[in-house]
């Protein structure tokens, strides 16, 4: 299996995209680590999966926004795995808004979890990746940060903004050996767009020239590939799978 002992630490795992990841990831092999901030239930019902599909999981909770907590993530990491090769940063939120009323708590929000989070977890498991044998930070942005989209502009400069961070950290990790990547997911099926009415959701897949939304698999897949040894002359790249969206 391409993931064989790999420790891969997937923040916001317990559902929707991360879940996907964390399952994929283990059933290819992969030492999970499934952090979850509040969804414990699911957070022990994705490493159950992980374990009857013959594979390694420990639920870690942690708040990415909490710098302490990422610290005790990367501990229960090392307890029960050893140093990460792989970290993903999946935790997201959107706070949606027309710009003019968006308050600037709800720009806050995003920014914290979607970007503060990706700079916690990346700090706190950078020196793992850097000594790792073809390490790999992983970081889950969106077609939102390149195309942008009405009642966004939180999310979409969050999103944005993993990419310039994306291919800073691939330049600095470069010299060991390292890679870190964007994934841009577009529309995919997950809580998420549990509040996008029907008629929306009908006009954005009549966009799309796939003519269906994604798939946590289609997005986990992919992650696979840049997790693995595999990827390992592709650095500072964002992997846009959105059926087509940009065509
Ligand atoms: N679905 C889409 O259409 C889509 C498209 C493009 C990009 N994305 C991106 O893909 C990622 C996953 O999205 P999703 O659709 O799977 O969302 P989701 O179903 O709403 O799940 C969000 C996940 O993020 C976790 N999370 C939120 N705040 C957190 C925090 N402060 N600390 C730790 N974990 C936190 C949640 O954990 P708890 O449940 O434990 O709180 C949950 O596991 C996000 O970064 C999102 O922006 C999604």
């Known amino acids: 299996m391409s993931m064989d002992g790999r420790t891969c630490v997937i ?3 317990a559902r929707g995209i991360g879940r996907g990841i964390a399952e994929y990831l283990g059933r290819e092999g992969a030492n999970v680590v499934v ?4 969804s414990e239930g699911s957070a022990h019902e994705a490493v159950d999966a992980i374990e009857s599909a013959g594979g390694q999981a420990v639920p870690a909770q942690a708040d990415v926004t909490d710098r302490d907590e990422v610290e005790h ?17 999946n935790a997201g939120i959107t706070a949606d808004q027309q710009f003019t009323e968006m308050t600037r708590e709800e720009w806050d929000r995003v920014m914290d979890v979607n970007l503060g ?10 020196d793992d990746i850097w000594e790792a044998e073809e390490g790999r930070l992983i970081n889950i942005s969106s077609v939102v940060g390149k195309q942008g989209n009405f009642g966004q502009a939180n999310y979409a400069a969050a999103k944005s903004g993993m990419f310039g961070f994306t291919r800073t950290i691939a330049l600095e990790l470069a010299q060991g050996g390292s890679t870190a990547n964007c994934v841009a997911p577009g529309f995919t099926m997950t809580d998420m767009l549990e509040s996008v009415p029907d008629t929306v959701l ?4 009549s966009g799309i020239p796939l ?9 986990a897949a992919v992650v696979r590939f840049l997790a693995s040894e595999e990827s390992s002359y592709v650095t500072g790249e964002v992997i ?5 969206m940009d065509l």
């Not at 846009?240 to 087509?244: A, E, P, T």
């Open 73 to 89: 993530m990367r501990e229960v990491c090392h307890e029960a795995f050893g140093p990460a090769d792989v970290l993903v940063n």
């Open 202 to 205: 009908e006009r954005i897949i």
């Open 117 to 126: 989070g990706t700079f916690n977890c990346t700090q706190a498991f950078y």
């Open 11 to 13: 923040t916001g795992s």
């Open 35 to 38: 952090n979850y901030r509040s």
């Open 211 to 219: 003519e269906r939304l994604g798939e946590v698999e289609d997005v």
């Open 240 to 244: 846009d799978v959105n059926g087509g």
